[in-house]
């Protein structure tokens, strides 16, 4: 007997997503999010999601959700208790343009139905912090830092996260007093080891030259977004526009943390994916080869930052390089 080949995560999740949007269709209700949990689990196990039966699951996970409501709801799940502090930071403008671009690559993500298909190459690499191994005994750590970032060559089918986070756990019974005097005291060495960056603050005209070419004229020219800057930022106006280009790389660098971390945001060529960039670099497109070629060393600079050497094989030499006729 044949089995079918398996999906990918991006093919998966797209499944999933179409089947929680007729679920909810049909229910006439958004779902909460142990609801989401019982769906993903039912459509995992159950093989639900494939286009010619997803009339048929739609409807008996309504049946069952229904149900479920009817005798008083799931029970939250356990991982959904997250707290959020948007507060932080509020009188610094950085936080508040990162949230907005934030928000603008989730929307493109969920809108090209690709949910998952960056997440699904990124790896969490833990990174033991001198606080880490001296409050911990064995394999357990009363306080941990883990940081996570892609991993690999990305294909363009969907945003890129714009920055890597840090997470911080601690266990349950650890004093607050403690955890903070841990942490204000390893900082610097968290700093040293690349887990935390150092930023500076970024000035009222970086952060509206930002938000300027990703948000507001994304798909435009640099000509055409020096010329509407000029005429809409007066006071800030930039006469040559290879000094408006310049500037706004230099505040993509200093808010992200490496260049062209936006790209995806004010560079077409960003937004396809490696295979139809590679047709047009074949056919002489010179700005799709770079794009390929970004990607390229992106990937080997991410691979190598994980501690994976990487060996090139040379190519092999063709009969007219070696001097031999074809």
Request: include cysteine; charged fraction near 30%; aromatic fraction near 6%.
């Given at each position: 007997?044949?089995?079918?080949?398996?999906?990918?995560?991006?093919?998966?999740?797209g499944?999933?997503?179409?089947?929680?949007?007729?679920?909810?269709?049909?229910?006439?209700d958004?779902?909460?999010?142990?609801?989401?949990?019982?769906?993903?689990?039912?459509?995992?196990?159950?093989?639900?999601?494939?286009?010619?039966?997803?009339?048929?699951?739609?409807?008996?996970?309504?049946?069952?959700?229904?149900?479920?409501?009817?005798?008083?709801?799931?029970?939250?799940?356990?991982?959904?208790?997250?707290?959020?502090?948007?507060?932080?930071?509020?009188?610094?403008?950085?936080?508040?343009?990162?949230?907005?671009?934030?928000?603008?690559r989730?929307?493109?993500?969920?809108?090209?139905?690709?949910?998952?298909?960056?997440?699904?190459?990124?790896?969490?690499?833990?990174?033991?912090?001198?606080?880490?191994?001296?409050?911990?005994?064995?394999?357990?750590?009363?306080?941990?830092?883990?940081?996570?970032?892609?991993?690999?060559?990305?294909?363009?089918?969907?945003?890129?996260?714009?920055?890597?986070?840090?997470?911080?756990?601690?266990?349950?019974?650890?004093?607050?007093?403690?955890?903070?005097?841990?942490?204000?005291?390893?900082?610097?060495?968290?700093?040293s080891?690349?887990?935390v960056?150092?930023?500076?603050?970024?000035?009222?005209?970086?952060v509206?030259?930002?938000?300027?070419?990703?948000?507001?004229?994304?798909g435009?020219?640099?000509?055409?977004?020096?010329?509407?800057?000029?005429?809409?930022?007066?006071?800030?106006?930039?006469?040559?526009?290879?000094?408006?280009?310049?500037?706004?790389?230099?505040?993509?660098?200093?808010?992200?943390?490496?260049?062209?971390?936006?790209?995806?945001?004010?560079?077409?060529?960003?937004?396809?994916?490696?295979?139809?960039?590679?047709?047009?670099?074949?056919?002489?497109?010179?700005?799709?080869?770079?794009?390929?070629?970004?990607?390229?060393?992106?990937?080997?600079?991410?691979?190598?930052?994980?501690?994976?050497?990487?060996?090139?094989?040379?190519?092999?030499?063709?009969?007219?390089?070696?001097?031999?006729?074809?």
């Amino acid at each position: 007997m044949m089995q079918e080949p398996m999906a990918t995560p991006s093919e998966a999740t797209g499944k999933y997503l179409r089947l929680v949007t007729a679920v909810a269709g049909k229910l006439g209700d958004a779902l909460t999010p142990a609801e989401l949990v019982y769906v993903k689990e039912r459509a995992q196990s159950a093989g639900y999601g494939d286009a010619r039966s997803q009339e048929d699951d739609a409807a008996t996970l309504v049946g069952d959700l229904e149900a479920i409501r009817a005798a008083g709801g799931l029970p939250a799940p356990a991982s959904a208790l997250v707290l959020e502090i948007d507060s932080v930071g509020d009188d610094d403008p950085r936080w508040k343009l990162l949230r907005e671009l934030e928000d603008a690559r989730v929307r493109a993500v969920v809108r090209d139905d690709e949910f998952g298909d960056v997440s699904a190459e990124l790896r969490g690499a833990v990174l033991d912090s001198a606080v880490a191994r001296r409050t911990g005994i064995g394999r357990w750590a009363a306080i941990r830092v883990r940081t996570s970032e892609p991993i690999g060559f990305y294909n363009g089918s969907s945003p890129p996260p714009i920055g890597r986070t840090v997470d911080v756990s601690f266990d349950s019974r650890m004093p607050f007093v403690r955890l903070v005097r841990e942490l204000r005291q390893q900082w610097r060495s968290l700093v040293s080891s690349g887990i935390v960056r150092r930023t500076r603050p970024l000035g009222p005209r970086k952060v509206a030259l930002l938000r300027f070419v990703c948000l507001e004229m994304p798909g435009a020219s640099w000509a055409d977004r020096h010329d509407a800057w000029n005429v809409r930022h007066l006071k800030w106006a930039i006469p040559e526009r290879s000094a408006f280009i310049k500037e706004f790389h230099d505040a993509e660098q200093s808010l992200c943390g490496r260049a062209h971390a936006l790209a995806w945001f004010y560079n077409a060529k960003a937004r396809l994916t490696t295979q139809d960039l590679k047709a047009l670099a074949r056919q002489g497109d010179r700005d799709a080869e770079r794009e390929c070629r970004r990607r390229r060393d992106e990937g080997f600079r991410s691979i190598n930052s994980a501690g994976i050497e990487v060996v090139l094989e040379k190519p092999k030499a063709t009969a007219r390089k070696r001097g031999l006729k074809p």
